[in-house]
Every structure is written in C-alpha cells, then in structure tokens.
C-alpha cells in the first residue's frame, strides 16, 4: 500500500556532493519520522539522519556538518544533501519512514536503496 523509493546514488570523487531523495507513495494519511540509513559492505546497517514532521532534526556523528536532511512534506518526499564526501560514506542508503494510513495505525516502511560509491 505504501512505497518508498529512492533516488539520486551514484559514483562520486572523494570531496564531491550527492542529493538523494526519497519518494513516498500510496493511500497515506500523514507521515511522522522520515529516516536514513546506511549499509556499507559487511557491515550492519547504521543511522544516518532523521527528520520530523515539523522539521527538526538529528544526525549521525558522523555526517554531522557534512550531510543535510530535509522533506517536504506536500509531496511525501524526504532528500539528503551529502557534501565533502568520504570513501567511508560508501554504502547502500536506505530511507525509512513511519506511515500513518487511513483508518490506521502507524507502520513503518523501507525504501529498497540506493548506491553510493566514493572513489578516486
């Protein structure tokens, strides 16, 4: 019922930029925390960053001052702006997000990911 897709991975030189975005579709009613997260070659999947719905937000010690999350909200569309890159960041970026359907609860649901690849 609810689809998350993601979109904006690629191959980047290390110092480079990345947008990604994260499309939510389907019978949605509101939508609470939106998330990203990362899987990097054998390795278990880390938190990334988080935004609410009115906009605050959280991130990783990691990307702090480096990654920029965001959304908006009239199209169901959460983006991660991704500066002064590291091959470390190399990693498979998966968004999450917690869905409130119609006459329902909340559920949460995953996008299938995208590749991000920093190397010289």
């Known amino acids: 019922q609810v689809q998350l897709v993601e979109s904006g991975g690629g191959l980047v030189q290390p110092g480079g930029s990345l947008r990604l975005s994260c499309a939510a579709s389907?019978?949605?009613?509101?939508?609470?925390?939106m998330n990203w997260y990362r899987q990097a070659p054998g390795k278990q999947r880390e938190y990334v960053a988080a935004?609410?719905?009115?906009?605050?937000?959280n991130y990783a010690d990691s990307v702090k001052g480096r990654f920029t999350i965001s959304r908006d909200n009239a199209v169901n569309t959460m983006y991660l702006q991704m500066n002064s890159l590291k091959p470390e960041d190399t990693a498979v970026y998966y968004c999450?997000?917690?869905?409130?359907?119609?006459?329902?609860?909340?559920?949460?649901?995953w996008g299938q990911g995208t590749q991000v690849t920093v190397s010289s």
């Open positions: 999450n997000a917690r869905v409130v359907l119609p006459a329902s609860g909340p559920n949460d649901y």
């Open positions: 389907g019978r949605i009613f509101s939508i609470r925390a």
């Open positions: 935004i609410t719905s009115n906009g605050s937000t």
